[in-house]
């Protein structure tokens, strides 16, 4: 499985990739807004989009859909609760679904609601998987619920994602990391990890931007962090009435609802 990120360069910081099959040179397109782009990395490397992945419904994720459509006519896949808000796509995704490219190509799709209540994951089938996480889990961070529902995607992440391979990497829909990262060490100031990590990502440009492991994450990312001591003590200057020893579920959502004003 071959991968190209592509970054747009835009205000929202947008991350597109390419996933194609070293064989037969298919490729599949995932949230191509700026679908010029993706089509000049796919004709560099000699490829071929046959097909355009939306993770959700948002405009920045569909929007370049129309015009790399009519460019290769690819066929549209999404998930199957947002297809209809969409539009124009040719099939509807479901938990445990896979999505075949080329000859060598297989991605597990995961049901993953919590930024938008409709929203696909998908894994790799290789022996080093890769999970693009469009806008649920991002490195360091996690995606806002403003159309969806923060006690689904702390769902999401302790019965799904965080039990995934330690060796999966994570491909989000947007590049913030040095800003989840300073959220980390504002909810957890000794986190070593966090601290070295952040040095190195000011320097980087976003387009070469770290790609984490899952493992990683669970070091770096607050949202994998809820026992921390630290962060509940931290967590509960914020939110005095939380008790002493909160659950993971309630240190979930008292976090996101934190980053939404941080």
Not at 1 to 12: C, D, F, P, T
Not at 192 to 212: F, G, H, I, N, P
Not at 221 to 236: D, E, G, H, Y
Not at 240 to 262: C, G, M, S, Y
Request: include cysteine; glycine fraction near 6%; proline fraction near 5%.
């Amino acid at each position: 499985m071959l991968i190209e990120r592509i970054w747009a360069a835009n205000s929202l910081r947008n991350f597109h990739y390419l996933i194609a099959c070293p064989e037969t040179g298919e490729a599949l397109a995932v949230d191509p807004l700026d679908w010029q782009r993706c089509l000049a990395a796919a004709q560099g490397k000699g490829w071929e989009i046959t097909q355009i992945l939306n993770t959700h419904d948002h405009p920045d994720h569909t929007g370049g859909n129309a015009g790399l459509v009519a460019a290769t006519d690819a066929r549209v896949l999404a998930h199957e609760g947002a297809a209809a808000r969409i539009g124009g796509v040719d099939q509807g995704l479901s938990k445990g679904d896979v999505i075949r490219v080329g000859r060598t190509v297989e991605l597990e799709c995961l049901d993953t609601p919590g930024h938008t209540f409709a929203h696909i994951c998908v894994l790799s089938h290789t022996d080093e998987p890769a999970l693009f996480t469009g806008d649920t889990l991002f490195n360091a961070g996690a995606g806002n619920c403003h159309s969806g529902d923060p006690h689904l995607l702390y769902e999401t992440f302790s019965t799904q994602l965080a039990r995934l391979p330690d060796s999966t990497r994570v491909f989000p829909g947007h590049e913030y990391m040095t800003r989840n990262l300073e959220f980390t060490l504002d909810r957890e100031p000794d986190n070593r990890d966090a601290s070295t990590l952040v040095q190195s990502t000011r320097k980087q440009q976003a387009e070469a931007m770290t790609v984490t492991t899952l493992a990683q994450e669970k070091r770096i990312n607050t949202f994998f962090r809820l026992q921390n001591p630290t962060v509940i003590a931290r967590l509960r200057q914020s939110f005095p009435e939380l008790e002493e020893q909160p659950d993971a579920h309630t240190v979930f959502v008292k976090l996101r609802e934190l980053r939404n004003r941080w």
